[in-house]
């Protein structure tokens, strides 16, 4: 296979956010604070999915999940400093959205 001659920085960060529902994630977490379940109704995407995303992001350092000591056990997923840096290229591609294409 030929070597691409883009930024490898950049290519990462496409096959990252370019992944199936993953920036719907991360627009979902822009709110706050979420519980698996919150943020599992608001998407239409199945649990197995976005457990498999979350991981990946919290991999990434882009998503922490919190668990709280509780009974029962509170979980909680929320954008890092990191996962609050991409706010601004997701409302610009939000944006664009809005301008260029049909519902």
Known sequence: MKESSLCPR???????LGKRWTTLILYQLLEGSQR?????SALP???????????ELEKEGIVERKVFPEVPIRVEYSLTDKGF????A???VEKWSQNWLES
């Open 10 to 16: 950049l290519a990462k960060a496409m096959e990252l």
């Open 36 to 40: 698996f379940n919150e943020i599992e």
């Open 45 to 55: 995407v199945s649990g197995r999915l976005l457990s498999e995303r979350l991981k």
């Open 85 to 88: 840096a991409l706010e601004g």
């Open 90 to 92: 997701i409302r610009e």
